[in-house]
């Protein structure tokens, strides 16, 4: 009884660690877009002569003009280590609630897919997303300025911690978890419904279910995540910028001072670039996760 479990739990790590890494290493350019689009609103952002782009095509074009390929790709390896390591805590942890919460049939209701959502959300962006994502939002928010002082993702760990102390890599972590709950709680629940639904209506095996289909419904979860959740990622990307001790109390006050000096439309600012990104990691997400459980079972 016992080993059945610890198998399944194994093969949920090990196919969300998978499905993490090919989805960052794809769609990470639509990352460091949205994310340079979040970052220059803030008015220390302005003082310190970051550059300020018209829009997210003028953005792309900008950086690999001026700094060619490897621009687009700043700040991937903290991503990509981060993004193998949360996607697999994020599965095991869905996984592991969602068994304890199905009823004595074997189902599973939307509130009880959203609980189970919430929960990994929460674990990865408290123990895996804060600090790669810190170290990420850093190295773009330096790429930015007028003269870049990092050298390297090692040097922007280094330096954060050394004036900051390990605090310094985990800021903004409450931002990341309402962002990671959020997320995860909406995206699961969208995901599993739909494919509940594909399942019910067509031949489909939930655990065998067609490459096209779990793409599929993966990109649509991807869409609802996005404008359901976007005030979080605003808040969280905000609140881990180089400048963000300086201007935010906390991340109440940081959504505060978006919506309140910048307008509420603020909240959605980086939505084109990071739909183009939800939509194609989330069909990457789950399709390359029931390839791999697939091959695992």
């Not at 990865?124 to 773009?140: C, Q, W």
């Amino acid at each position: 009884m016992t080993d059945k479990p610890k198998a399944s739990a194994t093969h949920s790590l090990i196919a969300g660690t998978i499905a993490g890494t090919v989805e960052g290493a794809v769609t990470y350019p639509t990352e460091l877009i949205k994310t340079k689009m979040q970052l220059q609103g803030s008015q220390q952002y302005i003082a310190q002569g970051g550059h300020v782009y018209k829009g997210p095509i003028d953005c792309a074009t900008t950086t690999f003009k001026t700094q060619g390929i490897r621009g687009l790709y700043r700040g991937l390896a903290p991503m990509l280590m981060g993004n193998a390591a949360k996607a697999g805590v994020r599965f095991l942890t869905y996984d592991t609630v969602k068994a304890q919460l199905r009823d004595a049939d074997g189902k599973l209701t939307m509130p009880r897919m959203m609980v189970a959502g919430l929960c990994a959300g929460v674990i990865e962006g408290g123990t895996v997303v804060a600090p790669s994502e810190t170290i990420k939002t850093r190295l773009i928010h330096d790429q930015c300025m007028p003269r870049p002082r990092y050298r390297g993702t090692a040097d922007c760990v280094r330096t954060a911690v050394r004036s900051e102390g390990l605090a310094g890599i985990y800021r903004g972590v409450a931002a990341v978890m309402a962002r990671q709950g959020a997320n995860s709680c909406v995206r699961f629940a969208a995901y599993d419904t739909l494919k509940q639904l594909v399942v019910s209506r067509s031949a489909a095996d939930a655990q065998n279910i067609p490459f096209a289909y779990s793409f599929g419904l993966g990109m649509a979860a991807g869409v609802i995540t996005v404008y359901a959740t976007m005030p979080f990622d605003v808040v969280k990307t905000r609140m881990q910028s180089l400048s963000a001790k300086q201007e935010y109390r906390n991340s109440l006050h940081c959504g505060w001072r978006v919506a309140s000096g910048e307008g509420v439309a603020a909240l959605w600012k980086g939505a084109t670039p990071r739909l183009s990104r939800l939509m194609f990691s989330g069909a990457i997400v789950f399709a390359v996760y029931e390839e791999a459980m697939k091959a695992l079972r």
